[in-house]
């Protein structure tokens, strides 16, 4: 037999018999053999054109129509197949013969030039190249080979053991979602269980009540068809006696048919007319859930989560914000779905805080929100699917606010203005603000830059002039309502004509008369509410100017000197200057609450006068004479002051940029809070 590979090593160990045999025989699979055992082996295990490794069992296919009483010289050619390319196969199979000298075996390897060569081409092309001797270049390579082989059969045993896994993810994934179903499928039939038991104890309760008000309604009927009787009765004796019967016996009669008529005349009927009076009202559906879907490898658990924030200074009426962090069991950020719905958070005294939220935040984390309302010590715990975070339930302490005085207005005025008195401001949608001077007898217009737009009005009598107008009011972003105090009426202007639209008004104590009209606010309601500082009461209008009722002219807390009026819902709150207090009253007219008393403590006031509510509905009062702006919670609790002092505040108002802006009598400036 021809060896298969002229260029291997001349002594190999042969993998059965285990003796060092020249010319051995190389399978496809790379295991090595002499050919008498090859031969051997492959006599006893071929079948059907094939015959197994001795070494490693691979099938390696023989020529078609081959007899094993002898092995095919052939046989080892055919071997070398499946792993190797083309190319390779065809360099394996050319003799072991030079192919430019005939008679002169391949010798050696040129690494220079990457081709097998013999003597004769070494002497004469290859000189001073770079050679080997192909038995060892090719045990070499062998080795490289098998070291290749071994590792891709490990990467394909890491593939395989992949494959187990993803194949048991999937039979989990098969079980955990199939359990889901089946609870998701127990949730909905419980609702159902539980809501066809309320259906059928409110049908048993209808049907109950149905019985009693027919049994009542017989009775009514069969009580009525009594008296009917009765009365037909009385009415057929009386007819067949004046008929009938002789003038004698009708007036021995007389007195008894009286009493009888009288007895029947006497009975009322009995009001058993069917009323609605039984009405059935659907509950909210609107947060009924059966459950939550979980739509992540890695849940969030709370024993791993973390707030951030705490280090933060919070102030009463403020909004307030702590960042969620949440993380898995492995400490990794967990991007669950839909986990706002499972992050529970209270925050106690729960009356004391408001606008509570959580929020999805940035890379996985949630912002969770409120506000609280005074200042203390608020009691905070947040869970995870019930589960509360490792520092729950933890105090966060709450400041008085510090409004703070961040500059003041940059108005640009045209030649000649100035302000003599500013009083009422006002500010629309699109930033113009409109002040009232009070000492001056106009209004003043200006853009959101502050630049003056125009100045309306000067002191006078007719449309369009002014006697000390205090308040102004933006019905729309063109048109304004300006109480022109000492003319007693309020007029109606359009700003950027300064034409008069109407005016309304006059000098009284009736109804839609004033007298020295001092603010006027827009309700709920979109009504008109007006202060009159002198008549000392609250007046609701139409905007057209009908007056529909009156606040605090009558009953225990007679209003005295109101200045502003204000409202939140349908509470109205009322500044005194008498009093030095803050009132509050319902539409009926009906006193609610006080709070504060003449003083420079907080909570205490001295003359106070304007006022509004921010977005976070805190009270903001100008305390005038005290020097500063205090801030309220609605029920009349002290949460907050200016923090330095400021001269004569007269009026307040939140711009659409959260600025609040604050108008100052004495300084006769417009000074922007924070």
């Known amino acids: ?45 071929h079948r059907q054109g094939k015959f197994r490794c001795p070494e490693c069992q691979a099938e390696i296919d023989l020529p078609e129509g081959n007899r094993f009483d002898r092995l095919p010289t052939s046989f080892h050619q055919n071997t070398l197949i499946g792993l190797l390319e083309t190319e390779d196969r065809e360099a394996l199979l050319r003799p072991p013969f030079c192919s430019q000298h005939k008679n002169e075996r391949l010798r050696y390897f040129c690494s220079s030039c990457e081709v097998c060569i013999c003597p004769v081409c070494f002497a004469e092309d290859h000189r001073g190249h770079e050679f080997d001797v192909i038995e060892k270049v090719l045990q070499e390579d062998k080795k490289y080979i098998m070291l290749n082989v ?76 009594s008296l009917v009787k009765q009365m037909n009765q009385a009415a057929e004796f009386a007819e067949n006696l004046v008929q009938s019967s002789s003038g004698l016996n009708i007036i021995q009669t007389k007195t008894t048919l009286k009493l009888k008529f009288q007895e029947l005349r006497g009975v009322e009927i009995s009001r058993h007319h069917p009323t ?88 996985g984390n949630l912002r969770l929100k409120f506000t609280p309302k005074v200042p203390g010590a608020y009691n905070v715990e947040v869970k995870i699917n019930g589960e509360k975070l490792p520092t729950c339930p933890f105090t966060l302490p709450v400041k008085e606010r510090e409004l703070v005085i961040v500059g003041e207005l940059d108005l640009k005025f045209n030649q000649g203005q100035e302000f003599s008195g500013p009083s009422g401001i006002a500010v629309n949608k699109q930033g113009d603000i409109a002040v009232v001077d009070h000492i001056g007898h106009c209004v003043f217009v200006f853009n959101k830059e502050g630049n003056c737009l125009k100045q309306i009005g000067k002191k006078g009598v007719n449309p369009g002039q002014f006697k000390y107008p205090t308040g102004v009011l933006f019905l729309n972003d063109h048109e304004v309502l300006v ?59 139409s905007k057209e100017g009908e007056a529909l009722f009156t606040i605090g002219d009558s009953g225990p807390e007679k209003l005295s000197k109101p200045y502003s009026c204000i409202s939140y819902k349908n509470i ?50 100008c305390d005038s004479d005290n020097k500063r702006v205090q801030q309220f919670s609605l029920d009349g609790r002290f949460t907050g002051k200016t923090n330095v002092p400021l001269k004569g505040p007269r009026r307040i108002v939140i711009a659409p940029d959260g600025r609040i802006l604050v108008t100052s009598y004495e300084t006769k400036k417009i000074y922007i809070l924070r």
């Open 572 to 621: 109205f709150l009322v500044t005194e200057i008498g009093n030095h207090v803050v009132k509050a009253f319902d539409s009926s007219n009906t006193f609610l609450h006080k709070f504060g008393e003449k003083g420079n403590q907080d909570g205490q006031f001295d003359e106070p006068r304007g006022m509004c509510l921010d977005g976070s509905n805190n009270l903001l009062v």
């Open 276 to 363: 609605t009076f039984v009405k059935f009202t659907a509950t909210s559906q609107q947060h009924l859930k059966l459950g939550f879907i979980q739509l992540t490898e890695k849940p969030a658990k709370a024993a791993k989560s973390t707030l951030e924030g705490l280090d933060r200074t919070f102030f009463a009426g403020v909004e307030a914000e702590l960042t969620l962090c949440p993380k898995t069991a492995e400490g990794e950020t967990s991007y669950q779905a839909d986990l706002s719905d499972q992050v529970e958070w209270l925050i106690k005294p729960t009356e004391d805080v408001t606008n509570v939220t959580v929020q999805a935040g940035e890379k």
């Open 1 to 45: 037999m021809e060896p298969l590979v002229e260029n291997l090593k001349k002594q190999v160990t042969c993998s059965i018999c285990l003796d060092t045999y020249k010319d051995p025989k190389i399978l496809s699979c790379f295991h090595t053999f002499c050919c008498k055992c090859l031969e051997e082996h492959a006599r006893k295990t």
């Open 150 to 225: 071994e590792t891709i059969k490990e990467k394909a045993n890491l593939f395989r053991e992949e494959i187990r896994k993803l194949e048991k993810t999937s039979e989990e994934d098969e079980m955990i979602i199939a359990i889901a179903k089946q609870q998701v499928s127990e949730a909905a039939q419980h609702v159902i269980t539980k809501t066809r038991q309320q259906e059928k104890q409110l049908l048993e309760s209808l049907e109950m009540t149905r019985r009693k008000r027919i049994e009542q309604i017989n009775s009514a009927k069969q009580e009525l068809e």
């Open 483 to 541: 109480t022109d105090a000492l003319n007693n009426r309020i007029q109606h202007i359009n700003i950027q004509t300064g034409t008069v639209l109407k005016t309304f008004g006059k000098k009284g104590e009736g109804k839609g008369h004033f007298m020295a009209p001092c603010s006027v606010h827009l309700d709920h309601a979109n009504r008109l509410v007006v202060t009159e500082i002198h008549n000392n009461r609250v007046q609701v209008m």
